[in-house]
């Protein structure tokens, strides 16, 4: 079965861009002009990805997101004018999970719908184990689910993505380069901003201390690591 993408966009040639290349692409292809027409859209239908532009009528992309976001994980693409950081940065902060500068190539957008698509199915999993702990910290790998001290978790398929990239390398120093390929494909390896916004917003979820982290610790200059928390070392 086809995947489906919801095309949300003000702009009728760009949904019209996109669903072209999308369709030869073979994704099944819902479209809204605004944010309340996607909430609209969601009520009846559960598409696979969400391509969602900033700047629109009636409700925009950011409140968009936020509202949709308090009811599902459903990964979501920003679609954003070239120039405006601001905009990229309140995205991924609320929940977004990539971002497609305005203008764009047909291929640099089915790359990046494939690159999220692929996270939101696959974890990339090596422990052995179904339950994985880390101080008040537990990951259910069979269903996907995170709780911290027995309360769960809400996070996205890229977060729960990055989460497990440090879990499966306890006490391992990873590069922000490493991470970034692991996580977000090759092609992005370069893109450090939507690594620093992203560990931000995953540290929100699960430290008690954002300045003080102990699941997810920055080593200034060289990476970040999930401490072995077994090492006194790492303690």
Known sequence: MAQLILVVDDEKHYRDLIRINLQADGYEVLEAADGQQSLDVLDSRQPDLILLDVIMPV???LTACKRIRQFS???????????NEIDRVKGLNLGADDYISKPFS?????????????RSTSAD????????????LKIDFARAEVWKESKPVNL??????????????VGHILTAEKL??????SHYQDEKE????????????????TQSPVHI????GIGYIMPDLTQESYA
């Open 180 to 185: 970034l390929v692991s996580v977000w494909g």
């Open 73 to 83: 994980n459903v990964p979501i693409i920003f679609l954003t004018a070239l120039s």
């Open 156 to 169: 996205s398929s890229t977060e729960y993505k990055l989460l497990i990239q440090f879990a499966n390398n």
């Open 194 to 209: 939507i690594l620093w916004v992203s560990i931000a917003r995953l540290r929100q979820k699960l430290e008690d201390n």
């Open 106 to 118: 047909a291929q640099e957008l089915t790359a990046r719908v494939r690159a999220v698509l692929r």
């Open 59 to 61: 409700m925009d992309g």
């Open 217 to 220: 610790v920055t080593r200034p």
């Open 125 to 136: 999993q090596v422990i052995p184990n179904r339950f994985f702990t880390h101080g008040d």
